[in-house]
């Protein structure tokens, strides 16, 4: 019958799910409202089975300047202001909540990774998160930083503009915000490859974290080497004397 062959089983239903949230303390997510999917649905709690979809959702936001959405299982977001984003993360939590009232409408939303609950639901755990930019790269999610021209062309694509997306570059962390937790060395700096506008704002944040003066200093060789003579610039006109001391005590003034 074709009502079979255009059947499409429910997903089953997740162990656990994830919900994002600014709010440090919450003890109760109670179903709301302000985000419905269509007319017809009522207040609801959001979760996804997905750790990676849910760090999407840590910096407030709407499709004026951000999409987001998952292409082959990966989620992905585009960001229109860069800036914007960074100034908005602050981080937050990741609350885990039981799966016993939630349900799945493959037809809307994120489908299989949107589930939504009527009943108030009690996180069983939760996990802070410092950075919503680094959770997101280290959960596998593809993030990209757009300028107004892709911007245009994603929204105006016939496809969602998924063609577009799938051509960009995701961003990627070089250095996380604590750099005593990871492996932040030059070696790293130089598989990133990073080059145009990506380099300026990577090296700048580098430099500002970064406590090893070799780092430093062969941060402010490699920019040479690649000519990237902003970053030199940065680093004389927007530091002091005192500033850059700290970071290289040999450094004479």
């Known amino acids: 019958m074709e009502s079979e062959k255009n059947f499409v089983p429910k997903p089953e239903k997740p162990p656990v799910l994830f919900h994002a949230s600014r709010n440090q303390n919450i003890d109760v997510f109670e179903p709301r409202a302000e985000k419905t999917r ?5 207040p609801q709690v959001f979760g996804t089975p997905s750790r990676a979809m849910a760090s999407i959702f840590l910096v407030e936001s709407d499709d004026s300047w951000v999409e987001s959405g998952a292409m082959d299982g990966i989620p992905y977001i585009v960001i229109s202001d860069e800036e914007r984003f960074r100034s908005l993360d602050n981080g937050g939590v990741i609350y885990s909540l039981p799966n016993d009232t939630f349900e799945n409408d493959t037809e809307k939303g994120l489908r299989e990774l949107e589930w939504t609950s009527k009943k108030p639901v009690v996180p069983s755990e939760k996990e802070f998160v410092p950075s919503a930019l680094e959770d997101m790269v280290r959960q596998g999610v593809k993030v990209f930083f757009v300028h107004k021209e892709t911007w ?10 998924e063609s577009v997306v799938k051509n960009l570059e995701p961003h990627r962390i070089i ?3 604590d750099p005593s937790k990871d492996d932040c060395n030059i070696s790293k700096i130089r598989q990133a490859g990073l080059k145009g506008p990506r380099f300026l704002p990577e090296a700048t944040r580098i430099l500002e974290l970064a406590r090893d003066t070799h780092l430093v ?9 690649m000519k990237h003579l ?4 940065f680093w004389f006109e927007e530091t002091t004397p005192e500033q850059r001391l700290k970071k290289i005590p040999l450094l004479t003034h």
Do not use: F
């Open 38 to 42: 269509d007319a017809n649905e009522g």
């Open 152 to 161: 245009e062309a994603i929204k105006n694509a016939p496809d969602g503009g």
């Open 175 to 177: 250095c996380a915000r």
């Open 217 to 225: 200093l062969a941060l402010l060789y490699l920019a040479h080497t």
């Open 230 to 233: 902003e970053i030199l610039e």
